[in-house]
């Protein structure tokens, strides 16, 4: 399992200052967030070239677009090829999309059959082209369930389709455990948060989520994907950045954080 950044942590400074930030404190990849300032309105080659030639330059992969597509937009087939052409450039072959529809449980009949029928057509469009579709699983959105995401999964039929997996404040931490156990066969990525009792986020290692039995249910599914900071907590993010990305890198590789800190400790 690999320890990823998210660039939306940081949406408040340059994505050249946030590629820094994720080389410098010890993660493996960074997904890059799919909206100004990170990434412009208007699709420019130059930027995205710039993007990947940086990230190669600090040791990173780049572990996702995050795009905002959905199959209910304007012209989605244009939104939806213009975000793999970028992932493709970028040099991921995984690109984050949303479902649209509104929340599951009140999502219109026509709009469900709409995304569905629109995502079969995207996912065999995908799959010629060995590319990655990652529902994000969010609230207020037809992915905002194990269950709903599963139906999406089982009746789009196709390997192209997978899901982000990330627990929500609205769950209890029993059903956020139950979804990553149903989902970690689809799971494609991780954005990792958390919540206090009340659903106020919070650290990752602080919150009801326990971050040690998602972390083995993924690896019980052998789970080699990125697991990821997605925002940070606290007045000082960068201290707040750290404290996470240790936490995590614990839980995924404990064996060999052990050895980096008692070589930290060593007397020289």
Not at 142 to 161: C, H, V, Y
Request: proline letters at 4%; glycine letters at 6%.
């Amino acid at each position: 399992m690999k320890l990823g950044l998210c660039s939306i942590a940081f949406q408040d400074k340059p994505l050249d200052e946030v590629i820094n930030i994720a080389s410098d404190y010890g993660f493996n990849g960074i997904e890059i967030w799919g909206k100004s300032p990170h990434m412009p309105a208007e699709y420019d080659e130059s930027h995205v070239k710039s993007i990947k030639e940086l990230t190669q330059q600090k040791g990173l992969e780049i572990s996702a677009y995050g795009s905002y597509v959905n199959p209910l937009m304007d012209l989605h087939q244009k939104h939806f090829e213009e975000a793999f052409k970028i992932a493709q450039e970028l040099g991921t072959n995984l690109v984050r999309i949303w479902s649209g529809g509104g929340p599951s449980k009140s999502v219109t009949p026509y709009d469900k059959q709409m995304i569905l029928f629109r995502l079969v057509s995207l996912s065999q469009w995908a799959n010629f082209r060995s590319l990655t579709m990652g529902m994000e699983m969010h609230n207020n959105q037809l992915t905002d369930t194990a269950d709903s995401i599963l139906e999406i999964i089982e009746r789009t039929n196709m390997s192209s389709l997978k899901t982000y997996y990330q627990p929500l404040a609205q769950h209890s931490a029993e059903e956020n455990q139950e979804a990553a156990q149903k989902l970690a066969p689809h799971i494609v990525n991780v954005h990792a948060q958390n919540f206090d009792e009340q659903g106020k986020p919070c650290a990752i290692s602080e919150g009801v989520v326990d971050y040690s039995k998602i972390v083995e249910t993924l690896n019980a599914a052998d789970y080699d994907g990125y697991i990821q900071v997605e925002f940070v907590r606290g007045d000082n993010k960068l201290e707040a950045l750290q404290r996470d990305r240790d936490y995590l890198a614990s839980l995924t590789n404990p064996l060999v954080e052990s050895s980096l800190k008692d070589l930290e400790t060593e007397p020289v």
